[in-house]
């Protein structure tokens, strides 16, 4: 906390509270507000803090003059001039009307009847001090009488705890007050009376609600943000400890919310938030408890639900996300992959609970997204050999444990190897070979997969330089897994054009191979950066198409050579040699379009022979060959 401390004073807040100053040093402050909100609230804070110390110091002027100066008023009653007795009450008044305006007064019998009420109520609830009498005279009696039979506490100073009321003014707006009551004793130490003082809290009341809710509440979509959803989830857990029952934390995250911003804008994605926290808020029952922790990350916690019962709970959750959305003009789908960790099994305490459920939603979001699934312990183990994978990864490019396998590309038609594609691996020293289904999401979650990638490309341009060497006379042609990460971040029309040159090699002889996806994330920019790349004369060849998204509209400004269909199409061939007709349509769409069209997957004979038969270009697959090795791969291409 002490460099929010420094960061405010350096902002102009040195005149800070000394209460305020130290307990900032000594509580950690942590919440869900930027460098300006932090400084804002705390200004509030600090405010509320000097104004507090200045009424405290008034009540305690106040108090002093009226209680001890009653006291010794009544004391000297009979050895005091009337002249200076006449004095000190004069006194006494004018100190009091200089409190009117901020403050009324009342003084009750020893019965708690009022015998007087100041007129400055007036000014404060529009009430004379009559009509105040008969409105709240029997309120003020039997509700609010300084309590001495029931032996409270009387402060230092001589009165009770001051405590608040609602009551409504004379228009019938509730207003806030707070009440503080001394009993008045005479010299046999009988009540004769009590005296009040009342203050008009309903601003500060307002000024608290507004810090509550900038320290608690998100500011978009106006459900709780992570550090009340821990405030709550502390209750809950003891709550829930001693009446031995149970609850479930499900961590929520959009599947390609990110694709909505970079594609329409925040403002349509702000939107999309604020209607989805709106809806699943609705369908919550009491006690339930829902906070959005992150940009297009929620957190629910749902009470005392057996599995069944969780499970259905969970299915209508993803019926309500992925129902289509109205934002604006635009008509949105959108999924959630959703993780659920239970109390007590999952754990028993929010960073275990929270942390397991995060874990279980990255689960879901490996498994399709679109789903949702339960925690389980074999996850740690799973997460621990990915935090152990991760720590090592960045070393493991500069220490060259990386390497290829190359799997040949083969011409249908005459049966000739004509490139193969680069397939990277991970020869860890411990672990032994890893492959790409292992490491890559990790790479491309923590950004590694820029710096994995540049390696990429220039391994690449070193392979086929080194082949030119092994076997001059055989051309030798490559193609590469592109991220999308690399678009989004990298000059990859940079990178590719100084590691061609770096290791003198034609760019023609390098080929990317890109996602449909890509084209999801801004197409204008993909479709320019695709084409300042193709400027350089690199090959593009657009993978797994079929099963993204549809790039149809897309296909006819892009200057793709290759068009790969994805496995799953070769697979739902027939043994028998029954037409296959989407098949069939994508390998005539990539003929019409002048691509070269390849069949990745294939493994068995008739596959080929189908292939072959439709007049599609290339294939890749464990018919002809798996991935092998740099030194397996020359026997290919010997000339």
Same mark, same amino acid.
């Given at each position: ?174 207003? +806030? #007050?707070?009440? !503080? ?5 005479? @010299?046999?130490?009988?009540? %004769?009376?009590? *005296?009040? &003082? ?60 990110? +694709? #909505?911003?970079? !594609? ?5 994605? @702000?939107?999309?938030?604020? %209607?989805?926290? *709106?809806? &699943? ?359």
């Amino acid at each position: 906390m002490i460099h929010q401390v420094k960061m405010c004073e350096k902002e102009g807040l040195r005149g800070m509270n000394p209460l305020l100053r130290y307990q900032l040093h000594t509580i950690d402050f942590s919440g869900d507000l930027d460098e300006l909100q932090t400084i804002t609230f705390l200004n509030m804070v600090n405010k509320a803090y000097d104004k507090a110390d200045e009424e405290r110091a008034l009540w305690e002027k106040m108090f002093s003059a009226s209680s001890k100066g009653r006291k010794s008023l009544y004391r000297r009653v009979k050895s005091q001039s009337t002249d200076k007795l006449a004095f000190t009450e004069n006194k006494y008044q004018r100190m009091l009307l200089s409190l009117e305006p901020f403050y009324f007064f009342y003084t009750k019998d020893d019965e708690g009847k009022f015998s007087y009420v100041s007129e400055s109520v007036h000014g404060m609830l529009g009430f004379s001090g009559q009509e105040f009498i008969e409105r709240y005279g029997d309120y003020f009696m039997h509700g609010l009488r300084c309590d001495l039979e029931s032996g409270l506490l009387i402060s230092e100073y001589g009165y009770n705890t001051p405590y608040e009321v609602e009551i409504f003014d004379s228009e019938g707006a509730t207003r +806030h #007050i707070e009440i !503080t009551e001394v009993p008045i004793f005479n @010299d046999e130490g009988v009540l %004769v009376e009590i *005296e009040g &003082i009342v203050r008009d809290v309903t601003d500060q009341n307002k000024m608290q609600h507004k810090i509550s809710n900038m320290l608690y509440y998100d500011a978009l979509t106006g459900i709780s943000n992570r550090l009340h959803l821990e405030v709550l989830m502390e209750k809950l857990l003891l709550e829930t400890y001693r009446k031995k029952s149970r609850f479930a934390v499900l961590f929520i995250d959009l599947d390609y919310f990110k +694709h #909505i911003n970079d !594609t329409l804008g925040h403002d349509v994605g @702000d939107s999309l938030l604020q %209607v989805i926290a *709106e809806t &699943i808020e609705k369908t919550l029952e009491t006690g339930d408890i829902f906070a959005r922790i992150g940009g297009d990350e929620f957190v629910i916690v749902l009470r005392d639900l057996q599995d069944e019962e969780l499970a259905v709970r969970l299915q209508r959750l993803m019926e309500i996300i992925s129902r289509p959305w109205k934002v604006n003009e635009y008509a949105l789908h959108i999924s959630a992959s959703i993780g659920v960790a239970r109390y007590p099994e999952d754990g028993k305490s929010i960073v275990d609970l929270m942390k397991n459920a995060d874990i279980a939603m990255y689960r879901a979001k490996a498994s399709g997204r679109n789903n949702f699934t339960f925690f389980e312990q074999s996850f740690n183990q799973t997460i621990h050999m990915e935090m152990s994978l991760i720590q090592d990864m960045s070393a493991a490019i500069d220490n060259g444990e990386f390497l290829f396998h190359y799997q040949p590309k083969v011409r249908l038609s005459t049966n000739e190897v004509t490139s193969a594609e680069a397939l990277i691996r991970w020869m860890h020293p411990k672990m032994g070979l890893i492959y790409p289904n292992t490491f890559i999401d990790l790479a491309e979650n923590t950004g590694l997969i820029l710096k994995l990638g540049r390696w990429v490309i220039e391994e690449a341009c070193r392979s086929i330089a080194w082949f030119d060497q092994i076997n001059p006379k055989k051309q030798f042609n490559l193609s590469i897994n592109i991220s999308i990460r690399q678009f989004q971040h990298e000059d990859l029309y940079q990178v590719l054009k100084d590691a061609t040159e770096k290791y003198g090699v034609d760019p023609s002889r390098l080929s990317i191979e890109i996602t449909e996806s890509i084209m999801m994330e801004n197409n204008l920019d993909m479709i320019h950066k695709l084409n300042q790349i193709k400027s350089l004369n690199v090959g593009i060849s657009l993978d797994d198409f079929g099963t993204g998204y549809s790039t149809l509209s897309y296909l006819d400004k892009l200057s793709v050579d290759e068009l790969k269909i994805d496995k799953a199409f070769i697979d739902a061939i027939p043994e028998d040699g029954e037409e296959n007709i989407l098949l069939d349509t994508i390998i005539a769409m990539g003929k019409t379009l002048n691509m070269s069209v390849v069949a990745e997957g294939v493994e068995y004979e008739y596959q080929r022979a189908y292939l072959e038969k439709k007049e599609c270009d290339i294939y890749q697959g464990y018919l002809f060959s798996k991935p092998v090795s740099k030194q397996e791969c020359v026997q290919y291409f010997k000339g």
